[in-house]
């Protein structure tokens, strides 16, 4: 019996929250292990919507244990926000259903002001980041200066840490005419939210070493995609964590071994959120049409998302990178009465045709798709639950994209609705 890992294989949006909610009825355990509450992770469950950004996808599951690992990097006032939104909804979450990594480093209220000054600074080179201080509040867990949450519960060296992370900061600000930030106002946050963020802290290493003695399937989800992955995103166009479930082990305190079948959620065309290369980019009628039928609008920003035909090369190079053993295809439906649909192959870059994406920031501008075209089809697959019910040509579409990207589907997503999931293979049995 393997744990599952879920991760996105694009740029995000692929629908991980939805298929870690269908998939955590399998399991005891569902983690977050990097990301922040840049991430938006939408349910449907009879109609019900509900919106996730830090809370993982199994907690609206009675009887799961949701856990945010020590690779996430925690917005205790996000966090509690949702927490309430999420409890009015009528989904019960306590201390014993939800558990957060001692050693979470915090995001706090100068991070998201950093995070929105440095992109209007940028100009036209803006990253497009979700403005919630994601960045800043990794760079400070590298420079080894981060409030942890841990922190919150020792006074004493509580005021000797703000005021390492506010000599750095106050000197930026300095040099950029800013108004520096006062400790005793972040002081007396941090003292405010202590009480009612401290009772969900834990040693989230020894839960998930205990749960896993015990025979538990753990679903460890990622937010963001690979191609946002910091190493081997499309940088600098990415967010600031390593999305591959390669963090999954480092990101929750288990070993590598812990990780077993890796699901890459991949849409059946493509989006991205904010700036940055994007090779099948449609931006004519097209385009249009496949957000207005995907309802592509971000769920954290309500920005629109860019869209575009399907990518094998970007999707081939995510499997590979990230070792991913199956994927999970969501938003087929949303292909459904298109006459003619594309995927792409190859770039053609300098002359040439290649099959990957350069590294090189220039290059990722300049390589253009070469398409293989497809017949569409005009049968209705929303809602599909079974194989039967898919049109030959979704099959021809589906099986020639697992030829390209050299992986199996192992499920399949017909809706938004829980339900309307096809399963072709139990990752949990591998
Ligand atoms: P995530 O960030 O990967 O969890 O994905 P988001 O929740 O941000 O975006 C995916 C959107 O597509 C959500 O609104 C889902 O409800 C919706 N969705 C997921 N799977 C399907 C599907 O198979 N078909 C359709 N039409 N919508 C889907
Ligand atoms: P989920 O988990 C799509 C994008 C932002 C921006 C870049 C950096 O819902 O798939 P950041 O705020 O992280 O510094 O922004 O990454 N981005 C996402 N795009 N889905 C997400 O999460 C994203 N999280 C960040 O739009 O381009
Ligand atoms: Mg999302």
Redesign the pocket.
């Known amino acids: 019996m393997a744990n599952v890992a879920v991760v ?1 294989s694009q ?4 629908g ?1 929250g939805k298929i870690v909610d269908w998939l955590s009825s399998r399991a005891d355990v569902v983690v977050r292990f990097q ?1 922040g509450h ?4 939408t349910l449907v469950i009879n109609g019900v919507v509900y919106k996730l950004s830090l809370l993982p996808s199994g907690v609206v599951r009675p009887g799961k244990l949701s856990v945010i690992g020590n690779g996430v990097v925690v917005d205790p006032w996000a966090l509690l926000r949702e927490i309430e939104a999420i409890k009015a909804q009528g989904v019960e979450i306590t201390p014993d259903s939800l558990i957060v990594a001692e050693n979470c480093p915090l995001i706090l209220p100068l991070h998201s002001t950093v ?1 929105k000054a440095r992109e209007e600074a940028r100009g036209a080179n803006r ?6 201080g ?2 800043p509040a990794y760079e400070d867990k590298v420079a080894r200066r981060a409030i942890r949450l841990c922190d919150l519960a020792d006074e004493a060296l509580l005021g000797e840490k703000v005021d390492q992370l506010l000599f750095h900061h106050n000197a930026l600000l300095r040099g950029l005419g800013a108004a520096e930030l006062d400790k005793a106002e972040l002081m007396a946050q941090l003292h405010e939210v202590a009480p009612k963020i401290l009772p969900y802290a834990a040693v989230v290493w020894e839960r998930l070493d205990e749960a896993r003695r015990q025979g538990k399937r753990i679903l460890f989800e990622g ?3 690979a191609m ?1 992955d910091v190493d081997h995103g499309t940088y600098p ?4 964590s390593n999305t591959v479930a390669g963090n999954a082990a480092a990101g929750s305190g288990m070993g590598p071994g812990a990780v077993g079948h890796v699901l890459g959620i991949t849409k059946a065309y493509t989006t ?5 290369p994007f090779p099948t980019e449609l931006l004519d009628e097209t385009g249009d049409l496949i957000g207005q039928r995907g309802r592509e609008f ?4 309500g920005r629109k998302r860019r869209c575009g035909w399907f990518d094998a090369v970007l999707v081939r190079q995510a499997i590979k990178t990230g070792g991913i053993t199956g994927i999970a295809l969501t938003k087929l439906d949303v292909l459904d009465g298109f006459q003619e649909l594309k995927v792409c192959t190859g770039y053609r870059y300098k002359g040439e045709i290649i099959h990957h994406l350069p590294a090189a920031q220039t290059a990722q501008a300049e390589v253009e798709p070469v398409y293989e075209s497809f017949e569409g089809w005009s049968e209705s697959t929303q809602g599909a639950r079974s194989w039967a019910e898919l049109p030959a040509t979704a099959i021809k579409y589906i099986r020639r994209i697992e030829e390209l990207i050299e992986a199996p589907v192992t499920l399949l997503s017909t809706s938004p609705e829980r339900d309307d999931t096809i399963l072709v293979k139990d990752p949990f049995e591998d």
């Open positions: 996105g740029w995000g949006d692929e991980k990301g840049n991430a938006g992770h995070d990253i497009g980041t979700t403005g919630r994601i960045g937010a963001q995609g946002l166009f990415v967010t600031s991205r959120v904010g700036s940055g971000g769920t954290v920003t």
